[in-house]
């Protein structure tokens, strides 16, 4: 199975600061690659799909980008809402795998 | 909005069994490949399972494979996961989830979660 590790595991930021989450497969998943989000509680819900596309709703300073084994989330301009985990996830195979996740929190 | 609703949950005794199911409305569940994932308490999240659309394919996460079962209806718009040989770290909420295939097989919509404890 391909394997998802997300770095750092947890990081710390204030509202308005640019932050960036890494994803590295453990082999090429080409640009099959997928965002999620979750909050305490909640369900996860997806972010982007397929490296760089929004999900309907998602707003436009969430971004990502990669091809391959490396793939990047960035949030550009960090808003309170914003304060989560977030996953990556593979769906290049048909056994799916997750990262172990980014927690973002308030500095 | 579609929606997908997990029930069957509850307390197990280790090497126990249960089914779990989810009801999905609001879209077509016979053109969708389904997934089940779990998030054990305070970890991450990790993908159990999926179906095809007509059942004739399921995959699984190594950790369960025969111990658990994934099969849908159709007809009652519904998937199951029957869960045999419980094991304590089989403990987490699961997750239904439908697959996008014009998303590049992305978890587009999720269920609210069934808990799951496996404890003596």
């Known amino acids: 199975d391909i394997q998802m590790t997300q770095s750092p595991p947890s990081l710390s930021a204030s509202v308005g600061d640019r932050v960036t989450i890494t994803c590295r497969a453990s082999q090429s998943v080409s640009t099959s690659l997928n965002w999620y989000q979750q909050k305490p509680g909640t369900a996860p819900q997806l972010l982007i799909y397929a490296t760089s596309t929004l999900q309907r709703g998602v707003p436009s300073r969430f971004s990502g980008s990669g091809f391959g084994a490396i793939f990047i989330l960035t949030i550009s301009d960090l808003q309170p809402e914003d304060f989560a985990t977030y996953y990556c996830q593979q769906s290049y195979t048909t056994t799916r795998t997750f990262g172990q996740g980014t927690k973002v929190e308030v500095k | 909005e579609v929606q997908l609703v997990e029930s069957g949950g509850g307390l197990v005794q280790p090497g126990g069994s249960l089914r779990l199911s989810c009801g999905a409305t609001?879209?077509?569940?016979?053109?969708?490949?389904m997934s089940w994932v779990r998030q054990t308490p305070g970890k991450g999240l990790e993908w159990v399972a999926n179906i095809k659309e007509d059942g004739s394919e399921k995959y699984y996460v190594d950790s369960v494979k025969g111990r658990f079962t994934i099969s849908r209806d159709n007809a009652k718009n519904s998937l199951y996961l029957q869960m045999n040989s419980l094991r304590v770290e089989d403990t987490a909420v699961y997750y239904c989830?439908?697959?996008?295939?014009?998303?590049?097989?992305?978890?587009?919509?999720w269920g609210q979660g069934t808990l799951v404890t496996v404890s003596s």
């Open positions: 609001r879209f077509m569940f016979s053109r969708y490949w």
């Open positions: 989830a439908r697959e996008s295939r014009s998303q590049f097989w992305s978890l587009d919509f």
